[in-house]
């Protein structure tokens, strides 16, 4: 099939390979992605070519987002929308809301429970002798130093040991709820019930110490009202998405948070409260996938500067900084240069563009543009990482399976030689779009030609040992022929710092000028792109 052209160049037999996220292609427009990006959720194996093995990335298998959820971030989010518009978006959608909401109407069962059983316990210990409440929530490491395992490249050490103290912790937490649930017996420490346990309450309070809480910038959440309840509240008085709110908050200065003494202090004596901090971590994956649906939309919303601030929002999500100035580049260039004695960088050259099937480039036509790519860090990382593991004891081969590095390429043209309107590169109310108010459309339609999207082409790197590899992506020729400037941005989801722009330039003639056998080619392709599309629902 067609999709099979992005090719990388694979060295199979030392298992070093790239492989294009999806390895879908872009065809008649952004459709496909989208398709795939539905159809594909839920699958870990996408397709096989040549041999090899291509995965989906495992963190992007999720269930899917609701198309309210994706039509209440459209709403809310504008071509100019920053990183906390994005992720002030993603944590107010009526199911982000409806989900915190539950898990606070579970704590309350919890502390029922809990209180009941303390009840229970004070009248059995007349007649009985006293058993240590708690032991089966125990912490058995003695250090919570950071809530993310994913923040696997700020601090070793510390990671190694957040990284087991949360094992431990979300498994006895599960086994506790579990049986607080059906017997209403094992003891869980929760805050505001059992002395000095650090949950909600504790995390706001140090945000506040560090001026992140309360929220004072809630842009549009500001004038909304929420129904709470059977009342409509503001977003703070919201208990759903207060918790929600903190979450975000605690997620970007979670430097300031995950070393925080008291909070350390409380973890070596196991006084954390997991109803906060599973529910953190449940949050956290809640918030990938809202994100991704975001950027889907974005992408079909056809919009380069938000799919371009949707990428940082999710890269400083995931770091937990709270922005990506040149300030926040520098802290985290400096994480990287003692972590790997390195900066994640790639090296593009050899750009170059093409017809794959015609010698000429007409007017929507299938493009290629091609590269030559170069994983600079490649060797540092991969050197470092396994010291790291082997320190910890871990066998690297198996820990190193897990590694993903995700990078996008955005293609967008500039007219040189006159003007092409915008409205060549069409934003179509369908798909994921399918739901969205005209007028949220609108918003975008102004956006100008040369901040619209021709593709958005995820790479995902899964061997952190790869060098070096060939791209290429796949894109439709403006339908307007003209001279063109084609500027691809290269951008990293998972460190700061590490983006780049390139371009190449084509005439791109116009395809009613070329005889009737290239037209009868032209049909060809987009039968292909038309089957690809029958494969994928055929293998979902
Ligand atoms: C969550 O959504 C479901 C279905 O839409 C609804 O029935 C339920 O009342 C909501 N729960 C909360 C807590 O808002
Ligand atoms: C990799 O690390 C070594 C030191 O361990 C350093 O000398 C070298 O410059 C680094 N490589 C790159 C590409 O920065
Ligand atoms: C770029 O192209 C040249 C000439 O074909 C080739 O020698 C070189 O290896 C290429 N660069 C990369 C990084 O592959």
Redesign the pocket.
């Known amino acids: 099939m067609s999709s099979s052209t992005e090719g990388e160049e694979v060295d199979s037999d030392n298992m070093l390979y790239i492989f294009l996220g999806y390895g879908v292609a872009l065809m008649g427009g952004l459709t496909a992605v989208l398709y795939y990006f539905f159809v594909y959720k839920n699958k870990k194996v996408v397709e096989k070519k040549r041999g090899e093995d291509t995965e989906i990335d495992e963190t992007l298998a999720t269930n899917s987002v609701g198309l309210e959820d994706v039509t209440y971030i459209a709403s809310k989010l504008r071509p100019d929308s920053d990183q906390l518009d994005i992720l002030l978006a993603v944590c107010s959608t009526p199911e982000s809301i409806n989900w915190s909401t539950k898990a606070l109407a579970n704590r309350e069962k919890i502390v029922q429970a809990r209180l009941e059983d303390d009840k229970k316990k004070a009248e059995d210990e007349k007649s009985a002798p006293k058993k240590a409440s708690g032991e089966l929530f125990n912490l058995d490491d003695d250090g919570w130093a950071n809530e993310d395992e994913d923040d696997e490249d700020l601090d070793d050490e510390e990671k190694e040991k957040a990284k087991k103290a949360k094992e431990t912790l979300e498994e006895k937490q599960k086994f506790g709820e579990e049986l607080a649930k059906a017997s209403g017996k094992v003891t869980i420490y929760l805050e505001g019930v059992d002395e000095g346990v650090v949950g909600q309450e504790w995390v706001e309070k140090a945000l506040k110490k560090v001026g992140a809480w309360p929220l004072d910038d809630l842009r549009f959440l500001k004038d909304m009202t929420f129904e709470y309840k059977g009342k409509q509240v503001s977003a703070m008085d919201h208990p759903g998405l207060r918790r929600n709110l903190c979450f975000v908050a605690g997620r970007l200065n979670s430097l300031a948070l995950n070393s925080h003494p008291e909070l350390l202090d409380a973890a070596s004596k196991q006084l954390i409260d997991p109803t906060y901090f599973k529910n953190a971590a449940d949050f956290r994956q809640r918030c990938a996938m809202l994100l991704e649906a975001s950027l889907r939309a974005a992408v079909g919303l056809r919009s380069y500067p938000l799919t371009k601030t949707i990428v940082e929002a999710v890269s400083i999500f995931k770091i937990g900084c709270t922005s990506c100035t040149p300030k926040d580049v520098e802290w985290f260039n400096a994480i990287m240069m003692k972590q790997?004695?390195?900066?994640p960088r790639l090296l593009i050259e050899n750009t170059s563009i093409e017809n794959a099937k015609h010698p000429e480039m007409a007017t929507s036509d299938v493009l290629l543009i091609s590269l030559d790519l170069t994983r600079?860090?490649a060797?540092?990382f991969t050197?470092?990482k396994v010291a790291m593991l082997q320190k910890q004891g871990i066998p690297p081969q198996m820990a190193l399976q897990q590694y993903r590095e995700g990078w996008w390429y955005f293609v967008c043209a500039e007219r040189l030689d006159g003007e092409t309107p915008a409205s060549a590169v069409e934003i179509k109310k369908e798909g994921i779009l399918n739901q969205v108010e005209d007028a949220d459309l609108k918003k975008f339609e102004k956006t100008k030609f040369e901040d619209r999207l021709l593709t958005a082409w995820p790479m995902i790197v899964a061997n952190v040992a790869q060098k070096s590899g060939k791209v290429k992506i796949q894109f439709k020729a403006p339908s307007v022929p003209g001279k063109y400037k084609f500027n691809v941005a290269v951008k990293s989801q998972d460190f700061l710092g590490a983006d780049q722009v390139f371009s190449v330039e084509a005439d791109i003639v116009d395809s009613a000028l070329l005889g009737d056998s290239r037209k009868a080619a032209t049909a060809e392709i987009e039968g292909d792109d038309k089957a690809d599309k029958d494969e994928g629902k055929k293998d979902n």
């Not at 790997?340 to 900066?343: A, I, K, S």
């Open positions: 790997y004695r390195v900066l600079l860090h060797e540092n050197r470092q």
